[in-house]
Every structure is written in C-alpha cells, then in structure tokens.
C-alpha cells in the first residue's frame, strides 16, 4: 500500500470513530460492520463492505521532510503528535436505491446479468399488477388492452422509480398484451410460420423446432405460477382441467394445432408444454409437393385410390407427418360425400360441404362422463356415414375401425404410429387385443387383411425432411400371415447441401386392386404410373372378397386353374394322379366353399382323370391329401369314406403347396392306382 493509500485509510477511519463517538453521545445505538451488513441483508439495502484499518507502518523520519508531508506523515501515525478531530457527520439515513440507478461496475457480461435481473424484477411486479387487473382487462375491448396495459407499465415504473430505456418499455408491453390477449412467451413462436413444434420445459427452457431441426431459443417464463396461468388459458375454453389429481391433459389452440400440458407430480422439472403447429391455412397437395414429401404422380395415384373407395391407413413415427398427410388425402374425398370425423382433439381440417366432427370427452373431477372414441365410432355407425375418419387409432378403438371399414364404409381413413407398414398392422393387432376381447389371432389377421388396403408410410429422415417412403399393399393371408407387397418405395439417390434426395419408384409389383379404379370410374393415366402391364404368363393374385362386389365366385388365377384340374401319368402298370383340385370344370371356378364341397369336388375330377387312363378309384391302392388347415381333416375325412364304401386305401396328409392355397384350395388330392 502506498503512502497516500495509508493517508486516506487513516483518515476514513478517523472519521468512523468520530461519527460513532457522536452517535453514542446522542444516544443512537450503533452497530459493528457485520451486524450492519446482516442488517442490510435482510431490508435488501446495498452495504458497502467495512474497510480494514492498515498495517501499522514503520516510523517515518520527519525532519528532512517538507512541511506538508511531515503532516501526512503524522495524520498516519508515524507521529505521537494526535491531529484534532473533524466535526462529527449526521447518522447516516438507511435509503434503497432505485433499482434503475443502482452502479453497473464490472464487465460488460456483468453489466448485462444486472439489466436482465432489474427486467425481470419490474416483470414479477407487473405480472402481480396484472394478475389483479385481469378480469377487468379481459372486459375491456382488445383494441383498448394496449393502452391499458401502458398504463399499468408507466405507474409501475415510476412508482418504483426504475430506470428503463424506450426498446425495454416496449417489451414489457409486448410481453404483458401477450399475457392478457395471447399464450405469453409463446405469441411470438406460434406466429411464426416456419416453427412447426414448440416445447416448454419448466419455466426456464424453451425449444422450438424449425425446418425439421430442435433448437433453444432465449425466451422464458417468470416462473412456474407463469406456465400453469398459460396452460388454463389453452384448456379452459375446451372444458378442460389440470391439476395434482389430473396431471396431465391434451388439448388445442383456436387454430387446430396440437396441445400436451403435464405438471407436477408427474413432471420433475416444472410444467411441461408440448405444441404441435398446424399452419393457419392447410395444406395442399401443392404444398407438400414443395416440401419433397412425395412427387405429384405419386399423390395423384393416392387420389385415385381415394376416389376408388380403398380403406387406407397412414403409419409413420411421431413427427413424420401423419396428421398433416391425412389432411391432404381426405380433401380428396368426393364433396358429395357425408364424412364423419372422429378424434381426441380436433385437428382435422376438411374443406367439404358435408363434414361432422365428434371429439372425444375426459372424465370430470369426479372420474365420470368420460367420452372415449370407441363409443363415438359406435355412434357413428347411426349417423348414415359414407366414410368414417379417425384422427388416430391408440388402443382398442382399432377393432371398432377395423368393422367399419368392412361394413360398407369402404373409402375410410386413420393414421397409427408405426416404424414400417409392417408394424403397423403388427401394431392393429396388439391394439385389438387391448379391448379385452378373446379374439383368435387368426381371426384378427383375416379382418385386418381383409379391411386394410393400402398403407401409406410417413418417415421423418435425418435432414430433418418429411416424406413418405412406402405405399403398401395389403392383399391377403397366408398361413396366418398378413400379406402385403411394396406398390413405391422411396430410393435415394444422393445427399445435396445436407439434404436427402430421391424419390418414391414404381417395384415392379402390379397391386390386386387395379380392377377396382375401373369398378368406380377412376381413369388412370397411360403408364399407369409405372405400374407394370398384366402379364397373361404371370397373373397377378386374387382380389380380395370385401373387393370382389359380393360375387360368391372367387377368382382365381389361371395356374393355379390348371394345377386343379389335375395330371395323370401312365409308367409301369400304375396310373400316377396328382394336383387335382376342386375346380370346376364346366365354370372354371371354384366348387362351393366349405370343405366338404371341395372334398367332393376334387373326388369327382379324380375319378374322371383315372377313367381317361384307364383306371378307377376301386383300383387305388395309395392316396395323398393336402388340406389347407389341418383341423378340418375330420370333415374332410367323412367326405372320403363315401367315395370308398369298403377299405379305403393307404394314405397321408401333407401341406398344401403355396400356389394351391392362394387360389382358395380347402383340399387338393393326389394318388397312385393300377393300371
């Protein structure tokens, strides 16, 4: 410490002695720097920190020294000579300084944290004024809220003497109009078009997503008080409620888009928000051709599957578009056409003429008048629906769609999550299972494949891009196994400036529905999408029943109608008999369905291609069956033993070949007799 530096401590410290000598004389009880500071402390008034007395310094020669330094040097006390004592100062009066004009020393990050820390305190004090003021400004016109609001900034302001510059003012305003008229801090992001997810997690963080890609902006709520007033303000319109005893709640915002508020105790964090954007104005195809999420061949074969009246679902992860796609598809509906609309929160935005929207209800505080969307479908069966659209299938609601779309709302449409098409209608079935019922999987498969025509599968890829990857076929079951093949496939052709390119291609599968644009009138262009030609060498699969306009006579390929005729060959004195099925040979179709008609047919074809050999069936001496399901051989069996009153002959049962079984064979036979 230099000279000077001693000078002016001793002489502070002198002053303090001086001025609390006075003070005890006037009978004012003085305090020691720590019980000060601790003083300070709890009214909140800054407190400079005592200041330590210095060393004591070595004497100091005075005689060589001038005049004026041999006074410093004594007022030091490096002089025995005492300097008089000033005049005692008045009791210092305790003041809180104003906020505004408090000293800003540091750095300049510093300086910063003080400003943001004043903004939030004259926050927290507006957030108060109003909260009081609330039901009286939502009485007030929302052209009148701004000026109110300015009112209620200014008074404050001032009667807290803050200091606060013209950008600051205003923001406070903006930020308390959003309050009172908007969502809060969430106004800005949920006008802004480019951001499609906004997430809130507790009052301190919040994220949005834009073009694909999470990221934090610098935003944030006062507190948790804050968030939850936010959250009544999305769900109180709608009925809703969230508490400790409903912790959770979904709900939506005027313009459709998607809401999921959870709160403590589930939430550890603070209240939670989850808004899934709608645009304010659709989507069009248009649109989503400009996004890359499909080619505009590829929505017009969609269009035409549409219009042709095939059921559809919409599979995709979560944020891969599903919602958004099944918007699109549905504006392809006829409007001559009623539709009903069936969802948690409406979110459905369909331009027709003829639209009813039903939304599901929560319990209320006592746990009763819960509405869920499987008693709403039932419902919807009596309203005389041409389609029925179900915003999402989450559990049990998917066996109640799955029998609408079999019982003449052909043409309906619903979205599930799924990783691939293929986990979708793995994902149907474990959604059936959940309704409780004792259903066979078997049986569950047969109305799956039976009322799904064709998946449409939404990706989200790693460039943050939407795009539909697979349109799918479902055409039928095989050995309890759903059947399905890929009509398009996304390929991906390359990687430019970070984004993923490629396009949705032809397979080379021609789909068993193609006859049934024709059936409803839909003209497909030439090329037919890339969707190979009927070949007559390789004919394509049976159509389904639901598809087959209730002709009892299924179609089967041509193969497969020579196969059922059966083959005979003559070697060695035996006559060698195979592959003969029950077909009809007078119609070329199929011979009944149950399997004691198809027993009986295949005898009939046996016995007239062993008399074209020379042989008959008194002369069989060993026999092969094949039946499509095992349990059906006791049927099958009383059927046999007819055509062979004595003892029948030596005989064995295998698995149908795969070609027999997918052109509807219950039973195909196969012999050895003599000659």
């Known amino acids: 410490m230099s000279l000077l530096q001693r000078v002016e401590a001793a002489r502070r410290a002198a002053e303090a002695k001086a001025a609390a000598e006075a003070a005890a004389a006037a009978g004012v009880p003085v305090m020691d720097p720590a019980s000060q500071a601790a003083s300070a402390r709890s009214s909140g008034v800054a407190v400079a920190p005592p200041v330590e007395a210095p ?20 007022v030091a006390g490096t002089s025995s000579v005492a300097a008089p004592p000033r005049p005692a100062s008045p009791p210092a009066v305790p003041h809180r300084p104003s906020i505004g004009s408090r000293p800003l020393a540091g750095s300049g990050a510093s300086r910063a944290t003080t400003r943001e820390d004043m903004i939030r305190e004259i926050r927290m004090l507006l957030q108060a004024e109003v909260v009081n003021a609330f039901d009286t400004l939502l009485d007030v016109d929302a052209t009148d809220v701004r000026p109110k609001i300015e009112g209620i900034v200014d008074r404050t302001v001032k009667e807290h003497a803050y200091a606060v510059t013209r950008d600051e003012r205003a923001k406070l305003v903006d930020e308390l109009a959003n309050d009172v008229t908007g969502f809060g801090p969430l106004e800005p992001f949920l006008a802004d078009e480019s951001i499609t997810e906004v997430m809130v997690n507790g009052p301190r963080h919040i994220y949005i997503e834009r073009h694909g890609k999470i990221q934090r902006v610098d935003s944030v709520f006062l507190n948790d008080e804050h968030v939850l007033r936010i959250i009544d303000r999305i769900i109180t319109p709608m009925g809703r409620r969230i508490d400790e005893t409903s912790p959770r709640v979904d709900a939506r915002l005027p313009d459709g888009s998607r809401v999921n508020a959870i709160v403590e105790p589930l939430s550890l964090v ?37 219009e042709a009246r095939l059921n559809l679902f919409v599979s995709g992860g ?21 539709i ?16 009813i929207t039903l939304e599901s209800r929560p319990p209320n505080l006592e746990g009763e008048g819960e509405i869920t969307i499987r008693q709403l479908l039932r419902n919807a069966m009596h309203m005389r629906p041409d389609r029925v659209i179900v915003g999402e299938c989450r559990a049990g609601e998917a066996l109640d769609m799955l029998q609408a779309m079999t019982t003449g709302h052909d043409g309906s449409l619903s979205t599930g999550h799924a990783n691939s098409p293929q986990d979708m209608l793995r994902r149907l079935e474990t959604m059936v299972l959940m309704t409780g019922y004792a259903l066979p999987l078997r049986a569950i498969r047969e109305q799956i494949a039976s009322a799904v025509d ?28 759903i059947l399905t093949q890929d009509i398009f496939a996304f390929e991906q052709t390359g990687i430019v400036d970070g984004k993923i390119q490629g396009e949705l291609r032809p397979t080379g599968v021609r789909p068993t529905f193609m006859p049934q644009f024709a059936k409803n009138g839909v003209t497909l262009p030439d090329g037919e999408f890339g969707i190979p030609p009927e070949d007559p060498d390789k004919p394509t699969r049976p159509v389904k029943g639901r598809l087959s306009m209730g ?27 195979t592959s003969v099925g029950p077909v009809d040979p007078a119609t070329n179709q199929l011979a009944g369905t149950s399997i004691k008609d198809h027993a009986r047919q295949c005898l009939k074809n046996l016995t007239a291609k062993l008399e074209e050999s020379g042989s008959s069936l008194d002369k069989v001496v060993w026999a092969n069956w094949s039946l499509k399901d095992p349990t059906e051989f006791e049927a099958f069996n009383e059927e046999w033993v007819k055509w062979f009153p004595g003892e029948a002959p030596v005989g064995q049962g295998t698995l149908m070949p795969p070609l027999q079984r ?11 007799a003599q000659a």
């Not at 979560?318 to 009623?338: A, C, H, Q, W």
């Not at 997918?662 to 050895?672: P, Q, Y």
């Open 551 to 577: 002709d009892a006579a299924q179609i089967i390929d041509e193969k497969a109608m020579r196969l059922g005729l059966g083959k005979a060959v003559t070697a060695g004195g035996m006559v060698y008999v």
């Open 270 to 306: 603070g209240p939670v928000i989850t808004v899934r954007k709608f645009s304010q104005t659709p989507y069009t195809v248009d649109d989503l051709i400009r996004f890359g999420t499909a080619s505009p061949e590829m929505f017009d074969f969609l269009q035409a599957c549409i």
């Open 454 to 481: 064709v998946i449409v599968h939404t990706s989200r890829l790693k460039d943050g891009t939407r795009k539909i990857v697979n349109i799918t076929e479902v055409y039928g079951i095989e050995d309890d196994e």
């Open 318 to 338: 979560t944020g891969s578009g599903k919602t958004t796609t099944l918007n699109v598809l549905s504006s392809f509906i006829p409007n001559d056409e009623r």
């Open 55 to 74: 060393p004591a310094a070595e004497p100091v020669a005075t005689s060589n020294l001038p005049a004026t330094t041999q006074v410093a040097a004594t």
């Open 340 to 355: 009903v609309t069936i969802e948690d929160a409406a979110e459905l935005q369909l331009r027709q003429d003829h639209v």
């Open 662 to 672: 997918r052109a509807g064979f219950r039973v195909s036979l196969g012999v050895i």
